[in-house]
């Protein structure tokens, strides 16, 4: 099992003790210790403690359904987990596989059953072609645990909380088979778990029960008397699959295809050193034809053979060395142009395949978006609500590796919104509004980031509330809160504790957990913003980086060090005439390093907004180089928190150069222009 990451549990004990009081307050305000219960499933599931999360989901279900009894439960457990985790050990003892007592099998809308069928069927297939293989082990767990991955995240999406509880066990059992006897051993008890994946998409109350009876034993049959697939015929594991022409897919791991990217890297960089000799070659070629022109001119200075003269040998030889140096400078010409073309050939096949395998590794916004809808459509029929989604920028593409680990914070967003933000028809209604609610999604490549917008027509945060709040409770002084604008105010929202100082009335349930959602997205080196109009809706604005892939970058020097700029975040390139007297700071000052006064050129590093256009962000810098597609590779999470940094690129001598991350640079500029003497750029 992966150790979960401090901080967020750190923020989950926060958040548990904080609603605690409000599941154990006597009289119990049950609707404030709902949102308590929605707010902690959420923060439990960012914080990896899924068995904590799944007992809130089923205890706020049975609450929300009117089964009062599960608040005393719900505290219980609430304290058990606290306890725990202060000890370092998980929120609650895995049960697997033997099931909770208070899990239950929930009725599924029927056709988003028949699409949730159809996808679990098809991956439960692939999971038997993969225990089927002869081939390596170790490949074969990696693939099967994708699968069952997938599984749980389609019955997390439709509210099948026995699937999703079962695959997340059989997940953590095998987890980390990276030796081939651990692999073999992971495939062997998937290989005996196999049927019970079967028998809960077509029985799941009478598996539920065959589990709890006959315990952990691994041997026992679903009561659908199915059993595990029975071992394939040898030449089972080759057997082609169902292809039609070139709707052939095949899956592909993204390190297989960020290996071959490497790899291409490395052709590249060979390529470059091919590039070298070959102008020299070229070079070489001209001085002998230059050489042979001097000879040609000697003879000529010389004349014909006479007795008194040179002798009639030494100028035959000379001809001939002429003649010579003639044929070796026109193959060189030749062998020049050939290896030019050969190399041009070269690098233009090596950056298609850049293209074509980072596009392997692609996925699309709307891969998230679809996900998130499937979750509001959920939430909304629980809460007996009507929810319209509207989507836009699903065509963005972005690493598959982002996607994924979007979906948790973007999950809690609109699930809040839905529970907390949109009213209920009846009120809705009264308000003059459609008595269905609205979610609007979008997103869009702002720069080297990814904005997703999550916003809702519902109740909205009262940010006068807010401010006065923020005095009572002694948070900020008075001044400071009237001098404060509603964006530094609904930030108040991110701080523990904040949102329970006052009667559930407070923000409509808004704020709950929201620190964690910070957290995890901070810890992608992206941020969160928000806004809202009471009674109007609210807003979640997420800026996260978009992590490592091809880019046209424009090469510039700032000092002694050369750093790239991707083509899309510079807008302007100007030679810097009048050194000293304009107001843009150097690039190396908004690194926060030593600096030279004047610049040859200022770049304007500000990026394209959807909202309202940026000011310019100019920065200066020594020396323009060339633009160049390349390779812009993930940082690791120390040297991003060094500075503004977009991800790193290998030059072809090996060497490492740094990309600047515009988004993060331009409000440095400004600020620092702002402070700087002389008229404004």
């Known amino acids: 099992m992966t150790s979960p990451d401090p901080e967020l549990v750190r923020l989950l004990v926060q958040e548990l003790r904080r609603h605690l009081a409000a599941l154990t307050a006597v009289p119990i305000d049950v609707p404030l210790a709902k949102r308590s219960l929605h707010a902690l499933r959420g923060s439990a599931g960012l914080a990896g403690e899924r068995e904590l999360a799944g007992a809130l989901e089923r205890l706020h279900r049975r609450i929300r359904e009117g089964d009062e009894g599960g608040l005393g439960e719900a505290a219980a457990i609430v304290a058990t987990a606290v306890d725990r985790l ?265 950056i298609d395949a850049k293209k074509e395998l980072a596009t392997m590794r692609q996925s699309s916004v709307g891969r998230i978006f679809a996900r998130l809808t499937t979750a509001i459509e959920s939430e909304a029929r629980r809460g007996a609500s009507t929810v319209i989604v509207q989507t836009r920028g699903a065509d963005e593409t972005i690493d598959r590796r982002i996607a994924d680990q979007l979906m948790e914070p973007c999950l809690q967003l609109v699930r809040n919104a839905v529970a907390h933000g949109i009213e209920p028809p009846e009120v809705r209604t009264a308000l003059g509004k459609p008595a269905s609610g609205t979610i609007a999604l979008s997103g869009r490549k702002v720069g080297h980031r990814l904005r997703i917008t999550i916003a809702d027509d519902g109740a909205g945060v009262d940010v006068a509330h807010v401010r006065r709040r923020a005095v009572e409770t002694g948070l900020v002084t008075a001044a400071i809160a009237e001098a404060a604008d509603d964006d530094t105010l609904l930030s108040l929202l991110f701080l523990p504790g904040f949102s329970t100082r006052q009667s559930s009335d407070l923000l409509a349930g808004r704020g709950i957990g929201l620190d964690i959602t910070r957290a995890w997205i901070k810890r992608m080196g992206g941020a969160i913003r928000l806004s809202s109009r009471a009674g109007v809706g609210f807003t979640a ?141």
């Not at 692999?183 to 998409?201: K, S």
């Not at 000011?615 to 940082?635: K, S």
């Open 86 to 350: 202060s000890q370092g050990l998980p929120a609650l003892p895995a049960s697997w596989p033997v099931p909770p007592e208070d899990l239950v099998p929930i009725p599924i809308d029927a056709l988003v059953r028949a699409q949730y069928a159809a996808e679990v069927t098809d991956r439960l297939g692939r999971i038997d072609d993969a225990l089927a293989t002869s081939g390596d082990p170790v490949l074969a767990v990696r693939s099967i645990y994708r699968h069952i991955h997938t599984v749980k995240g389609a019955a997390s999406a439709v509210g099948d909380e026995p699937m999703s509880w079962f695959c997340h066990g059989l997940e953590e059992k095998i987890r980390g088979a990276e030796l081939a006897p651990a692999a073999r051993e992971a495939m062997h008890e998937v290989a005996q778990w196999r049927a019970i994946l079967g028998a809960l998409l077509e029985e799941p109350e009478a598996t539920l029960a065959t589990l709890r009876a006959r315990g952990s034993h691994p041997s026992l049959l679903p009561p659908s008397g199915r059993s595990a697939p029975p071992p394939s015929s040898p030449d089972a594991a080759v057997r082609p699959p169902h292809v039609d022409g070139d709707a052939a897919t095949i899956r592909v791991r993204a390190g297989d295809v960020d290996r071959l990217i490497e790899r291409l890297d490395v052709i590249d960089r060979a390529r470059e050193r091919i590039a070298g000799p070959t102008l020299r070659g070229r070079d070489t070629a001209s001085k002998l034809r230059e050489l042979r022109g001097s000879l040609a001119h000697a003879l000529r200075l010389i004349g014909p053979a006479r007795p008194w003269g040179a002798p009639a040998g030494a100028l035959a030889e000379i001809e001939r060395v002429a003649a010579s140096l003639g044929g070796f400078g026109d193959e060189m010409d030749s062998a020049s142009v050939a290896l030019t073309a050969a190399e041009q050939s070269l690098r233009e096949n090596v």
């Open 541 to 681: 604005r997420l800026d996260v980086p978009i992590e490592s892939g091809l880019a046209t970058v424009l090469w510039v020097r700032a000092g002694d060090d050369e750093f790239a700029l991707t083509a899309q975040s510079t807008r302007r390139v100007e030679k810097n005439h009048s050194p000293g007297e304009l107001r843009a700071p150097h690039l190396l000052a908004c690194l926060g390093a030593a600096a030279p006064s004047d610049a040859s050129y200022v770049v304007d590093l500000g990026p394209p907004s959807d909202d309202v256009p940026e000011p310019p962000a100019w920065v200066g810098v020594d020396a323009i180089g060339r633009t160049e597609e390349l390779l812009v590779r993930p940082l690791g999470a120390l040297v991003t928190g060094f500075g503004p940094y977009a991800g790193a690129i290998v030059r072809g001598d090996g060497s490492v150069r740094l990309a600047i991350d515009a988004w993060a640079i331009a409000p440095r500029a400004r600020a620092m222009a702002a402070a700087l003497p002389g008229p404004r750029r």
